[in-house]
T-cell receptor, first 118, second 109 residues
């Protein structure tokens, strides 16, 4: 299957600081990547769709100025949590598909990033 | 948007038992995947199964798209099967996945 790598796997930061999370497709190029958030004992909720070379598309209720997404290359999307607060503590995970396999095929996920804001 | 419900929400079984997890969705889909989320949070792809039946070792899955449900079968459960199982669906013309509510499976030795 296609490999998606996410870094870091765990990060602790102070309130008010910013944190950048990277999502890489290792063996394919991805024009689109997806960012999800998961609170403890809950399901995964889509935050935004990252589009290579253009602006990200955010889901309703997600603050685009707080969660900055950059998809500068076909293998890298980044999510920056700006001015983090304790309520931003969560598990963030990205996914991508290999477009050479066709449209709407199997999605693969990164390892996830557990963010703790203190 | 599409609603995805999984049942049961929690399941506790003895090692060696069999289990059936269900995923109901409210609209037509052209993508359905089953995942196992391990204790570290990583999502392990189990099946890509928008329709039909697939088997992989002790696991198998069936999706009846016309009736809007999918089933995941786990036979001869092992303690390593413990974790949360999610189904996720995608609809026509939309690449994003909507996740179900999850089933937390605990296998007791």
């Amino acid at each position: 299957g296609a490999v998606v790598s996410q870094h870091p796997s765990r990060v602790i930061c102070k309130s008010g600081t910013s944190v950048k999370i990277e999502c890489r497709s290792l063996d394919f190029q991805a024009t689109t990547m997806f960012w999800y958030r998961q609170f403890p004992k809950q399901s995964l909720m889509l935050m935004a769709t990252s589009n290579e070379g253009s602006k990200a598309t955010y889901e309703q209720g997600v603050e685009k100025d707080k969660f900055l997404i950059n998809h500068a290359s076909l293998t890298l999307s980044t999510l920056t949590v700006t001015s983090a607060h304790p309520e931003d503590s969560s598990f963030y995970i990205c996914s991508a598909r290999d477009p050479t396999r066709g449209t709407n095929t199997e999605a693969f996920f990164g390892q996830g990033t557990r963010l703790t804001v203190v | 948007g599409i609603q995805v419900e999984q049942s049961p929400p929690d399941l506790i079984l003895q090692e060696g038992a069999n289990s059936t997890l269900r995923c109901n969705f409210s609209d037509s889909v052209n993508n359905l995947q089953w995942f196992h989320q391990n204790p570290w949070g990583q999502l392990i792809n189990l099946f890509y199964i928008p329709s039909g039946t697939k088997q992989n070792g002790r696991l198998s899955a069936t999706t009846v798209a016309t009736e809007r449900y999918s089933l995941l079968y786990i036979s001869s459960s092992q303690t390593t099967d413990s974790g949360v199982y999610f189904c996720a669906v995608g609809t026509f013309g939309n690449e994003k996945l909507t996740f179900g509510t999850g089933t937390r499976l605990t296998i007791i030795p």
